[in-house]
């Protein structure tokens, strides 16, 4: 399986290239390779789920060439953008003929999915800044695909916001090349161990941190998303909420912080701050929006916040030498609950793709009645929101009450965190109240005139909605100690040993 | 000395894209910024030599000496992330430039400040 | 996009083959000395800006048109990736380096280090259509404005 991996980079760049020579004149042949190029992702990403090794690209060893890592931790990642991607291209099949050029949607669209992979899958930190670059420029031409004026304006934003951030990682990159002289993350975290770390090195942390946490639309770095989520169309904005703010922004910092830089416990408390100004004022923001899938991005926001604030709380106690189980017990509520949000964020915004593709609108005060006739859309929408507010049985109640009950054992040891328990808990019950407001708007109350004729979503997009709620129910079950042993005790263990990774992965896996 | 210049470089950037108002000039200090950044990392491969002629280029030829090389070439490895580097800007700046283009054809003006149609 | 004068022509007409030959050897040379696809890419495509300033747009799209070009393009990126896959079926592992390196007796040639000048001349090729295409796309789009005040957009070559 090993040596399967760069293929998780070559059929998506393959697919891109091929659907730009040939498919301009047939519509429908740009269809089938684009699911012909995703489903083997897909496959492939399910088979490796217990496996770890590192790949030599070129039969260069490190620290000469490029490593391509499969941890427990890259795997999650893997699973999630694959499985993310191949419902929103299935969902596309029938969203997008309301745009023309529907070929250079699909190319762009392989093109961000191949420098996901490649981000994922990188173990050198200039790799890694060049498939962050290919994501993130694709996702800029994709945001403007409408053309329309809010589009324009959206993606322009994004464009100077993301290019900021792309540059302070690079001149990241620089410093740290600069003091070891390695670019191999493996050889890094080994030349850091044993190196006094001077002001330089605090610079190149600080500079990392700005310029992931751009990317990952944390809480002094986000006026880009709430313009440019709703501004795509809507199985990009899946993308984007779903996946693309995870594997650039929050799945990049903790590999650079963890395994590469060190984990201190001014990191830890930095990153937990962020994490809290992240999940309140974005629920704060996201309930008073009328647009759905405004509200949808403040969201995106606020559930960061909850990532991000798990994986601080297991950085700040493995930092300070605590106690290890509650400190894995932490980073696993934080990584679990990445996963869940990828699967009910994408289904709530491919929700709100299917709602405007029949009605027209966005506004919440226009819509209304809709659950006679859209049953499907209701269903899943529904079953999504009961996910995000964290009601039992779905995914959405295990991930948060693993946080809080980390939060409350941790507060055992540092009795001022009661405050992060308190806060976890008022932001999931405001969640909860602005979600209710959504159903209540989009989906009950009578139906206006204009909508008497509509009927629900064609046969494709149907199709990734009831699997994504499917998903949605079932991934409570992860928790079973027999699956979660296979696949997130792994990354558990990955990121606990900090710095040692370097010696595992110099002298093989 | 040279490194905090690119530095200052660098912040010369930043203020040309918080502070202007015209859309094309906000993406030439994108593009200062960037540059600055690849001056940064081609600078990081000297070697300091006692005198000008201990410095070297890193291409060998059939002649080259290669203990005398191992001494005093420059590294090769920021040279060829500049190159990376360069075109991933070249590509930002092309689709920078486009969306430029479309935004004039829709709201007829390069200005920033008056294009506010995204609120809240 | 109308021409200029025939001095400027009479000028472009004798350097363009000189221009084409410098980024051709810059592209085959990449493996020796500094230069590479990127180089030999950018070289010929400006060649291309050259003649199109010279000549007017009408000429320059004659012989290299649109569709040529986007498709030029993704052909030099194929040609990448399939000799990278190449070098996972023959050389065992992806992106080996599985032709001979070199002969002995000539390990400075032209004809050394395996599938570098390969990989060279499809970035030459893609390089080159691209900056090409971007050229084209914008510079021979106008703003026309119309009679009641607002703007259009024309994008097409076929008409003046």
């Not at chain 1, 490593?67 to 299935?90: H, P, R, T």
């Not at chain 3, 990449?30 to 199109?52: E, R």
């Amino acid at each position: 399986m090993i040596e399967l991996l760069p293929l998780f980079i070559a059929i998506p760049l393959g697919g891109a290239f091929l659907i730009t020579l040939t498919a301009w004149k047939l519509k429908r042949l740009a269809d089938i390779l684009g699911v012909c190029a995703s489903l083997p992702l897909l496959v492939l990403a399910l088979l490796c789920i217990g496996n770890r090794g590192v790949y030599h690209i070129g039969a260069f060893l490190a620290p000469l060439g490029i490593n391509l890592v499969l941890d427990g931790f890259s795997i999650i990642l893997l699973v999630i953008v694959n499985v993310i991607s191949f419902m929103a291209i299935l969902y596309s099949i029938s969203y997008m003929e309301q745009y023309t050029a529907k070929y250079k949607y699909y190319a762009l669209f392989l093109l961000m999915v191949g420098g996901m992979n490649g981000v994922v899958l990188t173990g050198d930190m200039f790799n890694l800044f060049v498939f962050l670059e290919i994501a993130s420029i694709a996702s800029y031409a994709l945001v403007a695909f409408g053309c329309e004026h809010e589009e324009l304006e959206a993606s322009f934003k994004y464009l100077v916001l993301g290019s900021i951030g792309s540059t302070f990682i690079l001149l990241g990159v620089a410093v740290l090349y600069g003091l070891t002289g390695y670019l191999n993350m493996a050889s890094i975290a080994q030349a850091v161990a044993s190196m006094e770390k001077t002001w330089l090195f605090s610079f190149a942390s600080v500079l990392f941190l700005v310029g992931f946490g751009i990317k990952a639309a944390l809480v002094p770095f986000h006026p880009w998303l709430p313009d440019a989520h709703p501004s795509a169309p809507a199985p990009i904005s899946a993308m984007l909420s779903g996946v693309l703010i995870k594997a650039l922004g929050v799945y990049a910092i903790t590999r650079v912080v963890f395994n590469v830089l060190g984990a201190t416990s001014l990191f830890g408390i930095i990153i937990m701050v962020l994490g809290v100004l992240s999940m309140t004022i974005g629920v704060f923001l996201a309930v008073g929006q009328w647009d759905f899938k405004r509200l949808l991005a403040y969201h995106s926001i606020s559930q960061m916040g909850y990532v991000v604030l798990g994986l601080g709380l297991g950085m700040f106690i493995i930092a300070n030498k605590g106690p290890t189980l509650v400190a894995g017990m932490a980073i696993f509520g934080g990584l679990f609950h990445l996963a869940n949000h990828a699967v009910f964020k994408s289904l709530l915004f491919l929700c709100s793709g299917s709602v405007e593709y029949q009605t027209g609108t966005r506004q919440l005060k226009e819509l209304g009645g809709l659950q006679e006739k859209m049953p499907v859309t209701r269903v899943s929408c529904t079953i999504a929101s009961l996910s995000i507010a964290g009601i039992p049985p779905l995914n959405g109640f295990w991930s948060k009450l693993i946080i809080v009950i980390a939060t409350v054992q941790a507060a055992f040891l540092y009795p001022s965190m009661l405050i992060l328990t308190a806060i976890t808990i008022l932001v999931s019950f405001v969640t909860l109240i602005s979600f209710l407001k959504v159903l209540r708007y989009v989906f009950l109350g009578e139906l206006p005139s204009l909508f008497k004729n509509i009927k629900d979503s064609s046969l494709f997009m149907c199709a990734s909605l009831v699997m994504l709620s499917l998903l949605c129910i079932s991934m409570g079950l992860l928790l079973i100690p027999g699956l979660r042993s296979v696949v997130f005790d792994p990354a558990v263990e990955v990121l606990k040993q900090g710095l040692d990774y370097g010696k595992q992965i110099l002298t093989g896996l | 000395m040279i490194f905090p210049l690119c530095f200052a470089l660098f912040v010369v950037g930043l203020y040309c894209v918080l502070t202007k108002k015209n859309v094309i000039k906000i993406v030439i200090g994108l593009t200062i910024m960037e540059y600055s950044v690849n001056l940064f990392l081609v600078l990081l491969g000297y070697k300091k030599g006692a005198s000008f002629s201990d410095v070297q280029a890193p291409i060998i030829e059939p002649v080259t000496n290669l203990d005398d090389f191992f001494m005093k070439a420059v590294d090769p490895l920021p040279q060829a992330m500049v190159l990376t580097s360069i075109v991933i800007g070249l590509g930002v700046t092309a689709l920078a430039i486009a969306i430029c283009i479309r935004l004039y054809q829709r709201y007829g003006t390069f200005d920033i400040s008056k294009m506010r149609r995204l609120k809240g | 996009m109308n021409g200029m004068s025939p001095i400027v022509q009479t000028v472009a007409r004798f350097v363009k083959v000189f221009i084409l030959l410098y980024g051709i050897y810059l592209t085959l040379i990449g493996h020796l000395t500094p230069g590479g696809g990127f180089a030999g890419g950018v070289v010929i495509a400006s060649l291309y800006i050259m003649l199109t300033l010279a000549y007017g747009k009408k000429f320059a799209l004659k012989f290299f048109p649109r569709r040529l070009a986007g498709s030029l393009d993704s052909v030099g990126a194929l040609i990448f990736l399939v000799v990278a896959c190449l070098g996972f079926g023959f050389g065992g592992i992806f992106f080996a380096n599985f032709l001979e390196k070199s002969y002995p007796g000539a390990e400075f040639s032209l004809l050394s280090a395996g599938t570098i000048p390969i990989s060279n001349i499809a970035i030459c090729i893609k390089v080159a259509s691209s900056l090409f295409l971007v050229f084209i796309i914008m510079a021979v789009a106008r703003i026309i404005d119309k009679k009641d005040g607002s703007k259009e957009f024309k994008q097409d070559e076929e008409e003046e």
